[in-house]
Antibody, heavy 115, light 107 residues
Framework: QVQLQQWGAGLVKPSETLSLTCTVH????????WSWIRQAPGKGLEWIGE???????DYNPSLKSRLTISADTSKNQLSLRLTSVSAADTAVYYC?????????WGQGTLVTVSS | QSALTQPRSVSGSPGQSVTISCTGT?????????VSWYQQHPGKAPKLLIS???KRPSGVPDRFSASKSGDRASLTISGLQAEDEADYYC???????FGGGTKLTVL
């Protein structure tokens, strides 16, 4: 069974960089798209971006200038970096397998942007 | 792309059926055969209920069904159970656009 385990800092200061990692257990990065999705408190789901196993990434236009998504196939890991964060970036961040549909999700990481 | 439009809330009694609609504004639904639906309980990650408009992943009860007509997709939950009370999201445009979510209350 595929499991996605996320970790990263839960508290980030304004203007600093948000960094999260997602390790895939029980499966390979190869052959799939991998997504990051976030959910602000009390709000709906927002697509952040995605990457395939070969490293080709696509980003939400509203975040593109601040966002980097990468994949390390040797470690079976995905990474998310979001620079110059503000309170508007406070959300639960999820990694998930898939592009068009996503069956496997990480547990979610609440990231709060606050000084 | 704009978010997909869903009703904010729906409700039904146990055993009844409810339908949640998902409407696009710029061909997000009509053009793509990759509409998916997710169920999310409070504090939990979303769970995939439907992929590719009407396909249920293994383990999803057949009480959950979905369809699409033009720019409108629909999720129907029949034989409502208390555990179905959750938020439901549609998704299209290559998985990049989500609906605003619908809160299902089981009365």
């Amino acid at each position: 069974q595929v499991q996605l385990q996320q970790w990263g800092a839960g508290l980030v200061k304004p203007s600093e960089t948000l960094s999260l990692t997602c390790t895939v257990h029980g499966g390979s990065l190869n052959g799939y798209y991998w997504s990051w999705i976030r959910q602000a408190p009390g709000k709906g789901l927002e697509w952040i971006g995605e990457i395939n196993h070969s490293g080709s990434a696509d980003y939400n236009p509203s975040l593109k200038s601040r966002l980097t998504i990468s994949a390390d196939t040797s470690k079976n890991q995905l990474s998310l970096r979001l620079t110059s964060v503000s309170a508007a970036d406070t959300a639960v961040y999820y990694c998930a397998r898939g592009g068009n549909s996503r069956r496997f999700w990480g547990q979610g990481t609440l990231v709060t942007v606050s000084s | 792309q704009s978010a997909l439009t869903q009703p904010r809330s729906v409700s039904g009694s146990p055993g009844q059926s409810v339908t949640i609609s998902c409407t696009g504004t710029s061909s997000e639904v009509s053009f793509y055969n990759f509409v998916s639906w997710y169920q999310q309980h409070p504090g939990k990650a979303p769970k995939l209920l439907i992929s590719d408009v009407d396909k249920r992943p293994s383990g999803v009860p057949d009480r959950f069904s979905a369809s699409k007509s033009g720019d409108r997709a629909s999720l129907t939950i029949s034989g409502l159970q208390a555990e179905d009370e959750a938020d439901y999201y549609c998704c299209s445009y290559g998985g990049r656009v989500f609906g605003g979510g619908t809160k299902l209350t089981v009365l």
